[in-house]
């Protein structure tokens, strides 16, 4: 069974003037949504900013609440909404859960193994952390593990690589890469071809200083016609 955790939440009314006193008191706007009617509430803002990391991705929330429709209800925290200079959160998104039906998350992918392609000179890359499954929310896994150690120089892992219980369904399309061994030359060739062309692209454009001859061999502009008059 799924750890779950209790969250505290008030029931709030709609509106900016109220948004921005919860929000002076430290307070968040929030909605739930899902298996049950919609119910604007509000939560700790101190709560929102712990539980928004990595290590509550997918957390179960027992939802604790004077309204009876909310009270006990089992929520998952589909989005946040992040103000861009204070960092601070905003406005919170909860989904309502029905335990019985399967629900659609992301689920982090972590590497395990030292490739055999790194004795090569390759170099291990992520290509994509998550991966889409389809799972009953008590099942919902902490992650998946990719063992890459038998990845060779130019090797890839893909999704139909991953291992999964049987509980749990994936959305992601099998052929998706989640990792490769690849050339370190290959990873820096690009950033230097880059630098190399930058000197050319701006000595081309640059214009000669005031007063400056042209170099030996170099054509004078052609003179502009004179005006009619």
């Given at each position: 069974?799924?750890?779950?955790?209790?969250?505290?939440?008030?029931?709030?009314?709609?509106?900016?003037?109220?948004?921005?006193?919860?929000?002076?008191?430290?307070?968040?706007?929030?909605?739930?949504?899902?298996?049950?009617?919609?119910?604007?509430?509000?939560?700790?803002?101190?709560?929102?900013?712990?539980?928004?990391?990595?290590?509550?991705?997918?957390?179960?929330?027992?939802?604790?609440?004077?309204?009876?429709?909310?009270?006990?209800?089992?929520?998952?925290?589909?989005?946040?909404?992040?103000?861009?200079?204070?960092?601070?959160?905003?406005?919170?998104?909860?989904?309502?859960?029905?335990?019985?039906?399967?629900?659609?998350?992301?689920?982090?992918?972590?590497?395990?193994?030292?490739?055999?392609?790194?004795?090569?000179?390759?170099?291990?890359?992520?290509?994509?952390?998550?991966?889409?499954?389809?799972?009953?929310?008590?099942?919902?896994?902490?992650?998946?593990?990719?063992?890459?150690?038998?990845?060779?120089?130019?090797?890839?892992?893909?999704?139909?690589?991953?291992?999964?219980?049987?509980?749990?369904?994936?959305?992601?399309?099998?052929?998706?890469?989640?990792?490769?061994?690849?050339?370190?030359?290959?990873?820096?060739a690009a950033p230097v071809a880059a630098v190399a062309a930058a000197p050319a692209k701006a000595a081309a454009g640059a214009k000669p200083a005031a007063g400056a001859k042209p170099a030996a061999g170099a054509k004078a502009p052609a003179a502009k016609p004179a005006a009619k008059k």
């Amino acid at each position: 069974m799924k750890t779950r955790i209790d969250l505290n939440v008030e029931l709030r009314q709609t509106g900016k003037s109220t948004s921005r006193e919860l929000r002076t008191n430290r307070q968040v706007p929030a909605v739930i949504y899902g298996a049950i009617k919609p119910v604007n509430i509000s939560v700790l803002e101190k709560d929102m900013v712990k539980y928004n990391t990595r290590a509550y991705e997918n957390a179960l929330f027992n939802i604790k609440s004077t309204d009876k429709g909310s009270n006990g209800i089992v929520v998952l925290v589909k989005s946040i909404d992040i103000h861009p200079l204070s960092r601070r959160p905003v406005h919170v998104d909860f989904y309502a859960l029905d335990l019985k039906k399967p629900v659609r998350v992301w689920v982090e992918i972590r590497l395990e193994g030292k490739p055999l392609g790194l004795a090569e000179g390759g170099l291990l890359n992520l290509i994509n952390r998550q991966v889409e499954v389809e799972v009953l929310p008590t099942d919902i896994p902490e992650f998946f593990v990719a063992e890459v150690s038998h990845l060779g120089l130019g090797e890839a892992f893909h999704v139909s690589d991953l291992k999964v219980p049987a509980s749990a369904k994936i959305v992601s399309g099998a052929e998706l890469t989640i990792a490769v061994v690849s050339l370190q030359e290959e990873e820096a060739a690009a950033p230097v071809a880059a630098v190399a062309a930058a000197p050319a692209k701006a000595a081309a454009g640059a214009k000669p200083a005031a007063g400056a001859k042209p170099a030996a061999g170099a054509k004078a502009p052609a003179a502009k016609p004179a005006a009619k008059k």
